[in-house]
């Protein structure tokens, strides 16, 4: 069984009061092929993209490993070399002060998805939207 094969991963850019480069994600995430969906995101980031949304509504699956390049995605953007704030206090701050990253977000209608990024409490620190347009407006 190939576990990477299973993953296509589309990134293109919209305009919306800031540029945001979304990651369309298609397929499993799992163990096989995280690491396709870190060199997208490090090679979008290395070309000059600073605020992300990740579209996940075509994920079949989302698992652990899956859930942890999420979070190593929002730790890349919230890095920020411009020096905002906001993001390195979202990234500091105690778990139960946690403000939401200005700089990820994340899109899917997937019940399934949407359940395993609550349960793991993704929804805490990265706002996640069940419409693409409202969350490039969000930016």
Do not use: C
């Not at 919209?14 to 060199?39: C, H, K, M, S, Y």
């Not at 605020?51 to 890095?79: C, E, M, P």
């Not at 905002?84 to 998805?113: C, G, N, R, W, Y």
Request: no cysteine.
């Amino acid at each position: 069984m190939e576990w990477g094969s299973d993953l296509k991963i589309v990134i293109s850019e919209v305009q919306g009061r800031v540029p945001v480069t979304i990651l369309r994600v298609d397929g499993r995430i799992n163990l096989g092929n995280t690491g396709a969906l870190e060199q997208a995101a490090q090679a979008a980031y290395d070309r000059g993209a600073r605020d992300f949304l990740l579209d996940l509504n075509k994920v079949t699956s989302l698992t652990s490993a899956g859930l942890r390049s999420i979070h190593w995605i929002y730790k890349l953007v919230s890095q920020s070399p411009r020096g905002d704030e906001l993001a390195q206090d979202a990234l500091a701050a105690p778990a139960s002060q946690k403000s939401k990253s200005p700089h990820i977000k994340l899109f899917t209608s997937s019940p399934h998805v949407l359940k395993v990024l609550r349960v793991a409490g993704f929804d805490m620190y990265i706002d996640t939207y069940q419409d693409q347009n409202e969350a490039i407006a969000a930016y």
